[in-house]
């Protein structure tokens, strides 16, 4: 690891202003990604600013129909959360899918969020559930969060402090699992609301997540997975690397989300 | 240099600490409790595993700067003086270890898992559970015997 400057933050607005002002600086949450990177030296922050006593960015509230989930709150937490699972099971179960135990009691969903990680799971939920990300300055759709590879919408500094996840009728998310890393070589998020279905991809794009909105407008006018069996998802702009080329992801694109739509509760 | 204080096995303890010193670098080099093993450099193996505030952690992915005045426990502090912890004793009846690395990590693994999924374990269960810990002498079957075992051992004493 380089050396850092390790700061720790009292509140939100103390971590955005030493964000803010050390341009080279990166916020700590779980650390399940960020300390991996720079142990390996992929990554020379200048300073750390540690958000973990940040104990007001951490908690779940079920409410009106959404479930809102604060930055901080780990991988855990969200996959024991009683309301959770009642509300939307799909994401107590992508929950319960990441990593491993302890990578679980460490990791959080802002962390993830803001990651974007091509192969991350929350991304998807994200995306298909139509979720708002919210941070210290502004609100933004998953839709315009997710621009490419470990790329958001985020500025220097900024703070993802919750995501609103409306509450669907029906969702689910499937995943093939990589053996090694437990990351997704593919995975599929569907979700249906009222007479709108959205399916995110997640681990094939070779620009992170996406919407295979071939997928959509079938299951939008037959929710099942026969809608779909015809539709080929193009090969073109998947990933193709020593886990699985593009036409074994393509082909999984298609098994995962027929699975995820017979699953949907 | 900055210094960091924790609870470590139950003693007060502090040291001094670069930036970027890991809480496993602390346990093993600071404290001498050289039992939390180090096996990967990709926080995929889980032979570092600690409890921190009674969760199971990597102690490889965590800045000991992060856990100023937390609760660590590793595996020196689970036996009770010379009587072994009921997952240790688990371990070595059911031949749950080979060369012994992974251990500590294993164990450590376990006891949490008790604590968040009871002492009734199956095989499943068992087996989901320790995908975080690899053991490279694969003796995964007499493992998952020893943890179900313990778990039940851990039950019997509650
Ligand atoms: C062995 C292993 C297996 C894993 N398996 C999976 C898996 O199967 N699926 C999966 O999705 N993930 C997986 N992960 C990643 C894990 O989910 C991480 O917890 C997550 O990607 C990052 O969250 P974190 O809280 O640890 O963030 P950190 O590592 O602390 O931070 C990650 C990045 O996000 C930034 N950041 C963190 N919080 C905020 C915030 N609130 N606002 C703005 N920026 C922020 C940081 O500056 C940093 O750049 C795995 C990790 C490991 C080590
Ligand atoms: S040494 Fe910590 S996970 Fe391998
Ligand atoms: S017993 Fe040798 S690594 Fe597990």
Redesign the pocket.
């Known amino acids: 690891m380089y050396a850092f400057t390790y700061h720790k933050a009292g509140s939100v607005a103390e971590a955005a202003s030493l964000a803010a002002k050390h341009d080279d600086g990166?916020?700590?949450?779980?650390?399940?990604?960020?300390?991996?990177t720079m142990k390996q030296r992929l990554a020379q922050p200048s300073d750390i600013i540690d958000?973990g006593k940040l104990d007001d960015l951490r908690g779940i509230e079920v409410k009106d129909g959404v479930v809102a989930i604060k930055?901080?709150t780990r991988?855990v937490a969200v996959a024991t959360s009683a309301e959770v699972m009642k509300a939307l099971p799909a994401l107590a179960e992508l929950a319960a899918?990441?990593?491993?135990p302890a990578?679980r009691n460490?990791?959080?969903i802002?962390?993830?969020v803001?990651?974007n990680?091509p192969a991350?799971?929350?991304p998807a939920a994200c995306l298909a559930l139509g979720a708002t990300i919210h941070t210290n300055k502004r609100a933004v759709k998953a839709d315009d969060f997710f621009i490419g590879l470990f790329e958001t919408a985020?500025e220097q500094g900024?703070?993802?402090t919750s995501i609103s996840f409306p509450v669907p009728d029906k969702a689910n998310y499937q995943k093939f699992r990589n053996p090694a890393?437990?990351?997704?070589i593919v995975g599929v998020f569907v979700a249906k609301k009222g007479g709108d279905v959205r399916v995110a991809v997640t681990g094939a794009g070779d620009g992170g997540v996406f919407r295979q909105k071939d997928f959509e407008a079938a299951l939008a006018k037959d929710f099942s997975a026969k809608a779909i069996e015809n539709i080929k998802q193009a090969e073109k702009g998947l990933n193709s690397d020593i886990h699985a080329d593009a036409e074994y992801r393509a082909h999984l694109i298609g098994v995962m989300a027929r699975r995820a739509v017979a699953a949907a509760k | 240099m900055p210094k960091v204080s924790m609870t470590v096995n139950g003693a007060a303890v502090s040291g001094d600490v670069d930036s970027r010193t890991l809480l496993v670098q602390f346990l093993r080099e600071t404290l001498r409790l050289t039992g939390t093993h180090v096996g990967c450099d990709t926080?995929?193996c889980g032979c570092c595993v600690v409890h921190v505030n009674g969760d199971a952690v990597k102690s490889c992915?965590a800045l000991a700067m992060s856990l100023e005045g937390a609760d660590v426990r590793t595996i020196e502090g689970l036996a009770n003086g010379d009587q072994l912890h009921p997952m240790q004793e688990a371990f070595r009846e059911n031949h749950g270890l080979q060369c012994g690395f992974c251990t500590p990590g294993m164990i450590m693994t376990s006891v949490e898992m008790v604590k968040r999924k009871g002492f009734n374990l199956d095989e499943k269960t068992i087996r989901e559970e320790l995908e975080?810990n690899l053991c490279r002498c694969t003796g995964y079957h007499n493992i998952v015997k020893a943890i179900a075992a313990g778990a039940q051992a851990m039950g019997a004493k509650a």
């Not at chain 1, 990166?26 to 991996?36: C, E, N, V």
């Not at chain 1, 899918?97 to 491993?100: C, P, R, S, Y």
């Open positions: 990166k916020l700590l949450a779980g650390g399940m990604t960020l300390l991996p958000m930055a901080m991988h899918g990441i990593g491993d990578v460490r990791g959080t802002g962390g993830s803001a990651n990680d991350a799971d929350y985020l900024e703070i993802i890393s437990r990351y997704a | 926080s995929q992915t975080g």
